[in-house]
């Protein structure tokens, strides 16, 4: 009788209609990061149906019982014998991009974090993945910047539970993490706060777990943005590989300014430009855009003077009106100004 009673409920269960969710298409390394972010630490194993992935079940609580088949799709606990679809499990309709899952064999084990070994901060989730409460999106939907663009053309991701670098102070956990690449090779990150610093009481930065103090006994703030150690700024142009598709383009400060601008712009990640930033300028451009913060104006026009060289690229400088830097002014508005400098030699 009771089976019956169940297996009426399943039928009517079967019967609701559910929306169709969105499919998303992850590389393998974002499908571990996702799993990792959720359930804790992700270690691989070789399946007869392909490789598993391991880790904690959110359904029995034990760790590496979870077994999920990225190629199948769907997942089963060796403890508790749940078992499903990967979209059940996520919440969102994945799918895995063609390539293969990275193993480190360590004698006959696996090494457990395996993801991600370059984005050292620690646990991190695709942009895409996240719901829309998520203070990371909701940090970047209310300075104007698009979730989904970040994602794709730029490979964003959000640390949710992060390491701890005690000699800045920095706590990496609930940042974002913003991946440096140059000629397709990994080079390091920026880790960026979701609030100003400055802002914060000292009473709230302490029960955060800042309480570092200078030799004058104020209390240490962390910096808004963190490098990775390492990272040598002076020799990288950020977004370079998708900047030197085009005859054009717009040299920037930071990040998000270097966002703002689009695929054409690059950043150097200060106000100093090297020598070596400065080659890579005059080399791989026809013409060249400095959008440096207005505050910088000097420094701008210095480094228009150093770039202007014989048979060098056309130097075009532009001094922002109305905002503070480029991440501030809607992309429309920057590329008017922009235009407008283009085409008043």
């Not at 490979?155 to 913003?178: E, W």
């Amino acid at each position: 009788m009771r089976t019956m009673f169940y297996d009426k409920l399943k039928q009517m269960a079967s019967a609701i209609k559910k929306p169709k969710l969105a499919k998303t298409v992850m590389s393998p390394e974002d499908m571990v990061a996702t799993l990792q972010s959720r359930f804790g630490n992700v270690r691989v194993t070789k399946g007869s149906n392909g490789p598993e992935l391991l880790t904690k079940c959110p359904f029995c609580g034990k760790p590496e019982k979870l077994s999920v088949n990225p190629v199948k799709r769907v997942y089963h606990c060796w403890h508790c014998d749940s078992s499903g679809t990967l979209t059940g499990l996520l919440g969102i309709n994945v799918s895995l991009a063609a390539g293969s899952i990275p193993e480190t064999p360590i004698g006959n084990k696996v090494q457990k974090t395996i993801y991600p070994p370059s984005f050292d901060p620690s646990q991190m989730m695709p942009l895409a993945c996240l719901p829309d409460d998520n203070p990371a999106i909701v940090y970047l939907r209310s300075r104007g910047f698009d979730p989904v663009e970040l994602d794709r053309d730029f490979a964003f991701r959000y640390c949710a539970k992060g390491r701890v670098f005690p000699h800045v102070p920095f706590d990496a956990s609930n940042t974002l993490v913003i991946p440096i690449y140059s000629e397709n090779k990994f080079l390091g990150w920026q880790a960026r706060l979701l609030y100003n610093p400055k802002s914060v009481s000292d009473d709230v930065l302490q029960a955060m777990g800042y309480t570092a103090r200078k030799e004058n006994g104020e209390l240490r703030r962390p910096p808004k943005y963190l490098t990775s150690p390492g990272l040598n700024k002076k020799e990288m142009l950020y977004n370079v590989d998708w900047a030197k598709q085009y005859d054009t383009v717009v040299v920037t400060e930071g990040v998000f300014d270097c966002i703002r601008v689009g695929r054409q712009g690059v950043a150097t990640l200060g106000k100093l430009v090297s020598d070596y930033q400065k080659k890579m300028l005059i080399s791989l451009w026809k013409t060249v855009v400095l959008l440096l913060d207005p505050d910088a104006a000097d420094t701008q026009k210095k480094l228009a003077e150093e770039l202007t060289v014989p048979g060098g690229p056309r130097i075009v400088p532009v001094t922002l009106q109305g905002y503070k830097d480029a991440g501030d002014c809607p992309r429309e508005e920057l590329w008017r100004q922009i235009n407008c400098a283009l085409d008043n030699p």
